[in-house]
């Protein structure tokens, strides 16, 4: 089973409509991120979580909010979904500080679509 | 965080050599090098990581020189399967505030 796992893969909406893209993981990692990815432009982070109580705004936010429900869920919403939000988000967690590599585990990725 | 600057894209054959540079000229004294590798519609995934000199493992050769401001992945005969978008983050992975930072990657292609 995967470790870091995405809800839905794939989605298909229509502008103005509130979409939330979920991320569960099993690793057991405090540190969890959203990233988007738009073709040619690399990874962004959106929202990134270093704990249950900590949220903080990555490069852009605007748009977008995030939920730690648990140490092991963050779920993204698009409140009110426009078209250039159509792209490949991603989920990503890491152990935390302390740790010498710091790797980050990515999810499968959900491809949005806004019409 | 170090800015980092590598190539757009590079393209190679297999059975070649490949080795990508990163330039951070503005790396700090306790921030690490770590390269991950991206397949297309798939999350990255790590490969290598190092501080100083060399570092090899199964995948890959990451060469750090001395002053530490630039470092170079090296992909041994590649094959196809390597064509990958790589990218290069600089930054304290033990540190309280580590956020890794992805830029627009090196888009590698290999041609048979």
């Known amino acids: 089973d995967a470790d870091v796992t995405q809800t839905p893969r794939n989605r298909i909406t229509k502008t103005g409509k509130r979409i939330m893209l979920e991320c569960s993981q099993t690793?057991?990692?405090?540190?969890m991120y959203w990233y988007r990815q738009d073709p040619g432009l690399g990874l962004r982070l959106i929202y990134y979580?270093?704990?249950?109580?900590?949220?903080n705004k990555g490069e852009i936010s605007d748009g977008y909010s995030v939920s730690r429900q648990a140490q092991a869920k963050f779920s993204l919403s698009l409140e009110s979904a426009i078209p250039n939000q159509t792209a490949l988000y991603f989920c990503a967690t890491s152990v935390g500080s302390g740790d010498s590599y710091n790797e980050q585990f990515f999810g499968p990725g959900t491809r949005l679509t806004v019409l | 965080l170090a800015k980092t600057t590598q190539p757009i894209s590079m393209d190679s054959y297999e059975g070649q050599e490949v080795n990508i540079t990163c330039s951070h000229n503005?790396?700090?004294?306790?921030?690490?090098i770590t390269w991950y590798q991206q397949f297309p519609s798939q999350g990255p995934r790590f490969i290598i990581q190092g501080y100083k000199t060399k570092v090899t493992n199964e995948v890959a050769s990451l060469f750090i020189p001395a002053d530490r401001k630039s470092s170079t992945l090296s992909l041994p005969r590649v094959s196809l399967s390597d064509t990958a978008v790589y990218y290069c983050?600089?930054?304290?992975?033990?540190?309280?505030?580590?956020?890794?930072?992805f830029g627009r990657g090196t888009s590698l292609i290999v041609h048979p």
């Open positions: 983050l600089v930054g304290d992975p033990a540190g309280g505030s580590y956020i890794p930072t």
């Open positions: 690793k057991g990692h405090d540190r």
């Open positions: 503005n790396i700090a004294t306790n921030d690490y």
């Open positions: 979580s270093f704990d249950v109580k900590d949220i």
